[in-house]
C-alpha cells in the first residue's frame, strides 16, 4: 500500500515537499516513481528512482526544479519541489515497480494521490 501526504497550495516560485509512505517489508526492492496528472490530461511521468537511490531520472519540465529522494529505512519517497510554476499543478502519484520505467502502465502499485495546487 502507497500513501502518499504532502500536498498543498503554493504560489508560484514557492516549493513542496510531497512523500509517499509504503507498507510491507520489500519497499527496497521496488523502484519507486512519481507521476502526475492534471485536470483533462493524460498521467505523465515526473520522476523514478532506483532500489538504492544511487540513480534518479526526470521528465525535462522539472529537470533542476525538482529531487527525488528515497529512505529504505522508514519505507518513504520524496519529491522536494522547487521554484513551482502554475503548470506544475495536479495530482501528484507514488508508485513501485520492479524496474525502472516512465510508463504509468508498467507500475504494479499505487497511491491515491495528492493534490498540488500552485497559483500564479
Known amino acids: 500500500q502507497l500513501v502518499e501526504s504532502g500536498g498543498g497550495l503554493v504560489q508560484a516560485g514557492g516549493s513542496l515537499r510531497v512523500s509517499c509512505a509504503a507498507s510491507g517489508r520489500s519497499f527496497s526492492r521496488y523502484v519507486m516513481g512519481w507521476f502526475r496528472q492534471a485536470p483533462g490530461k493524460e498521467r505523465e511521468f515526473v520522476s523514478v528512482i532506483s532500489w538504492s537511490g544511487g540513480s534518479t531520472w526526470y521528465t525535462d519540465s522539472v529537470k533542476g526544479r525538482f529531487t527525488i529522494s528515497r529512505d529504505n529505512a522508514k519505507n518513504t519517497v520524496y519529491l522536494q519541489m522547487n521554484s513551482l510554476k502554475p503548470e506544475d499543478t495536479a495530482v501528484y502519484y507514488c508508485?513501485?515497480?520492479?524496474?525502472?520505467?516512465?510508463?504509468?502502465?508498467?507500475?504494479?502499485?499505487w497511491g491515491q494521490g495528492t493534490q498540488v495546487t500552485v497559483s500564479s
Open positions: 508508485a513501485a515497480n520492479t524496474r525502472v520505467s516512465t510508463t504509468p502502465g508498467d507500475y504494479d502499485y
